[in-house]
């Protein structure tokens, strides 16, 4: 099914097309942080506890500034985000 390897020239197999657009595919439904988990070799990250949960105002300053489409999509009250807020991320998630 897979095509030959493609390898540089240090012997390294390279992704081929397919590969490279089925991730930027997953990155837009996703979200970049939530791919580069995906693809790190590192382990998972520990399950947020319910305890822990943010509240909306937090989740919108978190969003803010991390420009992460995976935590603007968590944010469920709009109405807790000033409009430059709401502009920046909406930037954010047209151009991430």
Do not use: Y
């Amino acid at each position: 099914m897979d095509g030959p390897a493609l390898l540089d020239s240090h012997g390294v197999r390279r992704p081929d097309h397919r590969h490279v657009a089925a991730v930027a595919m997953l990155q837009r439904c996703a979200g970049n942080r939530t791919v580069q988990r995906l693809l790190s070799d590192s382990e998972p990250p520990p399950v947020q506890r319910a305890d822990t949960a943010l509240t909306e105002r937090q989740k919108v300053e978190k969003a803010h500034k991390s420009d992460d489409p995976t935590d603007i999509k968590e944010i469920k009250d709009w109405n807790q985000a000033d409009e430059t807020e709401k502009i920046d991320t909406a930037s954010a998630l047209a151009f991430n």
